[in-house]
């Protein structure tokens, strides 16, 4: 009988452990040479024996198909683990874990994990991450692909001419243009029919109930476009003309213009007010398909924020940039900058990942790797930081990086994730215990690192 029992504990236990085994992607930075400078003095640090690896996956048994045909919810957790070692003995670990809508945070040493609530984001969001999770070993088995090039066709926008009569519209038509009206009381019909099938709590959550209540009892507004072809470009201008007493203003308060030829279209609104027009928005994409690039741009307020993107090839390598332009009334400007160059380079796997801000700080991350097609890849990575504000500096990490797929892996869960803090309503006990908690965590990496650590 005992003999028996040990069989069945031992079943248990074999159960137990393979509950969470499954298949993670592993990334691990070790032996890092640390240089930082200051002042035009720089001291270089050697950690050698250090380790941090980062494993990520979906905890919980894939969906399975019932009887009925019909898939079951996937209710797999989207999981990370941070464990850091020092000669093969841990200094730190910890989980970050999407239950239900909260990220949860975890740390070795913390007396309860720390939530940030995602609800904001959506169920669809949180779908998403449990879809990017999944498919995170296949990402590490193949290399970014290179964007070949798009072929952005015209918009036959006289076609729409067509449509207009079916709308009890009836056009007015010339050799290259067509025109039209929308009288206010076909406008304000539409305008009711819509507010009827929307629920009025989703209107009222966004504001716009009341508003659209108002127009339409102040006489709403009337429609007048135009469509033009000049056989390379073909232009949609929609004027917003308001009503009053019956009466259809003749200029437009504002008018949403749309154009479009071969690989470039751009779509604008305009506000004219006393014969004054300001550009509210545009937004333009442009291709070059035979180069194999693409231009975007963004534009709200004349220019007060921009952005702007591109997709192009350079010496051999992909290359992905945004450029982000805010300006503030006072006239104060701020630009961020983004980029990823990747791309086989020297027969290894590049990659070269820019973020700065202008006139504040610098990041760039360089990472070269060799890999077997599986999954498993080695090779090195550097980070630098670099800040422009007093006092000016430059930080530097190497590392050499390990990365793999390993079947199998047993994840940590996060045992007390129901008795989590919630990061945006901290009471100020809670926030005085955690910063205590989180002191403790980073006074043990500074002991265990007091040898090569410079003094303060």
Do not use: C, W
Not at 133 to 139: D, G, H, S, T
Not at 145 to 164: E, N, S, W, Y
Not at 299 to 306: A, D, E, F, P, V
Not at 326 to 331: A, F, K, L, Q, R
């Amino acid at each position: 009988m005992k003999k028996l029992l040990a069989i069945v504990l031992v079943l248990m236990l074999l159960t137990a452990s393979a509950a969470f085994a499954e298949t993670a992607t592993v990334v691990t930075y070790a032996n890092p040479v640390v240089s930082m400078t200051q002042d035009g003095q720089t001291q270089t640090i050697d950690l050698a024996g250090l380790e941090l690896t980062l494993s990520a996956g979906l905890v919980g048994e894939e969906p399975q198909v019932g009887e009925d045909g019909a898939e079951a919810a996937d209710t797999r957790v989207p999981t990370i683990l941070l464990d850091v070692l020092k000669d093969g003995q841990a200094l730190l670990s910890g989980e970050a874990q999407f239950i239900g809508t909260a990220l949860v945070l975890n740390l070795d040493g913390l007396s309860r994990p720390i939530a940030v609530d995602m609800a904001q984001a959506g169920e669809m969001a949180v779908g998403g991450y449990r879809q990017m999770f999944a498919a995170l070993p296949e990402m590490a088995k193949s290399s970014l692909p290179a964007f070949t090039g798009v072929q952005i066709p015209k918009v036959d926008l006289m076609g729409l001419a067509g449509v207009l009569p079916m709308l009890g519209i009836e056009p007015v038509t010339t050799e290259n243009s067509v025109s039209f009206e929308l009288p206010a009381e076909m406008v304000n019909m539409l305008l009711q029919m819509i507010l009827q099938q929307v629920p009025a709590e989703a209107l009222q959550s966004i504001g716009l109930a009341d508003s659209l209540n108002q127009l339409l009892a102040s006489g709403g507004f009337a429609l007048r476009g135009n469509i033009s072809d000049d056989g390379t470009t073909a232009v949609l201008a929609i004027g917003v003309h308001p009503v009053a007493d019956g009466a259809t203003a003749d200029e437009a308060a504002f008018t949403l213009n749309f154009s479009s030829a071969a690989n470039a279209d751009t779509l604008s609104v305009d506000m004219s007010m006393g014969g004054q027009t300001m550009t509210l928005g545009e937004l333009a994409l442009t291709s070059l398909p035979d180069q194999a690039e693409l231009n975007g741009s963004l534009q709200i307020m004349q220019g007060m924020l921009s952005l702007a993107f591109s997709l192009y090839p350079q010496d051999g390598l992909q290359v992905g940039a945004l450029e982000l332009n805010v300006t503030d009334p006072t006239g104060n400007a701020q630009k961020v900058t983004a980029s990823l160059v990747y791309g086989q380079k020297d027969g290894a796997d590049y990659s070269d990942f820019a973020f700065a801000v202008d006139g504040q700080m610098a990041v760039e991350l360089v990472s070269e790797t060799t890999g077997d097609g599986s999954g498993n890849a080695t090779g090195n990575a550097t980070l630098s930081v670099e800040t422009y504000a007093e006092p000016q500096g430059n930080v530097g990490i190497a590392s050499e990086v390990t990365q793999s797929v390993v079947e199998g892996f047993t994840f940590r869960n996060i045992e007390n994730a129901a008795n989590a803090i919630n990061a945006t309503s901290m009471t100020d006990e809670e926030n005085a215990q955690l910063q205590q908690e989180l002191n403790g965590v980073l006074g043990k990496l500074m002991v265990a690192f007091g040898d090569v650590m410079p003094a303060a």
